[in-house]
C-alpha cells in the first residue's frame, strides 16, 4: 500500500494567513530512505455555486486575483463559516457577492482542488431560480462586476477560454456528470 511508504518526521507552520495557513511537511520515503520536505496549503473547505435564473442565464463575476495579477471569470463562491453547511455557505456567498437569491438549491458534490499541496475540499452547490434582489456586500478588498451569460453557451466560454479557471470548468464538468446521471440535461 503506497501510504505506507511514507513516513512523517516532522511538520512545522511557515506562515500562518487569515484564509490559510503553511506547512512544511518532513517525510521519509521507505522504499529508498530518501527524505524530504513538502509544502502544504491548509485551509477551509469552499464552496463554488452554479447559480441559474429562471429564463437559464448563468450569474458569473469577474474579480481580480492576485496569483494570475488579472481579472478572472469565475462563478460566486467563497470559504465556508466553521460549523456552516456548504449550502448556506452558497447562499450567503451568492448573495453577498451579486446580489441574486435562489428560490432554491441542491448539493451537486464535493472534489479535491489539488490533494498534493491543499488539505480543503471544494463543495458544489446549484442554485437554480435566481433573481437579483439584494444588494452587494463585499468584504474590504473585494470589488466584484456581475455578468449574465446564457446556460447554453458555457461549453463554448470554457472551449474558447472566457472560462478558464479550472474550479469553475470542473464545478461545471461534475455537474453535468450529475445531470447525466439523472437524465436531464444543464442545458436546457
Known amino acids: ?27 521519509r520515503f521507505e522504499p529508498t ?30 474579480q481580480f486575483r492576485h496569483g494570475v495579477r488579472q481579472v478572472v471569470l469565475e462563478i460566486p463562491g467563497g470559504v465556508l463559516d466553521p460549523g456552516e453547511s456548504p449550502e448556506i455557505a452558497a447562499v450567503r456567498e451568492l448573495r453577498e457577492e451579486t446580489g441574486y437569491v435562489a ?44 455578468e449574465l451569460h446564457p446556460l447554453a453557451g458555457i461549453p463554448q466560454m470554457i472551449r474558447d477560454g472566457r472560462i478558464a479557471h479550472a474550479l469553475v470548468i470542473a464545478s461545471f464538468a461534475l455537474w453535468q456528470s450529475v445531470q447525466n446521471r439523472t437524465g436531464s440535461n444543464p442545458e436546457g
Open 33 to 62: 530512505g530518501a527524505e524530504s520536505p513538502f509544502a502544504i496549503c491548509e485551509s477551509a473547505d469552499w464552496v463554488l455555486v452554479i447559480a441559474v435564473t429562471a429564463d437559464e442565464q448563468v450569474v458569473l463575476i469577474r
Open 103 to 146: 428560490q432554491r438549491v441542491r448539493y451537486i458534490g464535493r472534489m479535491m482542488p489539488n490533494p498534493a499541496i491543499n488539505t480543503a475540499w471544494q463543495h458544489v452547490v446549484l442554485a437554480e431560480g435566481c433573481r437579483q434582489s439584494a444588494v452587494q456586500k463585499f468584504d474590504p478588498f473585494e470589488q466584484i462586476e456581475v
Open 1 to 27: 500500500m503506497p501510504e505506507r511508504s511514507w513516513t512523517l518526521l516532522n511538520s512545522r507552520t511557515i506562515s500562518d494567513y487569515k484564509i490559510i495557513r503553511l506547512r512544511e511537511d518532513q517525510y
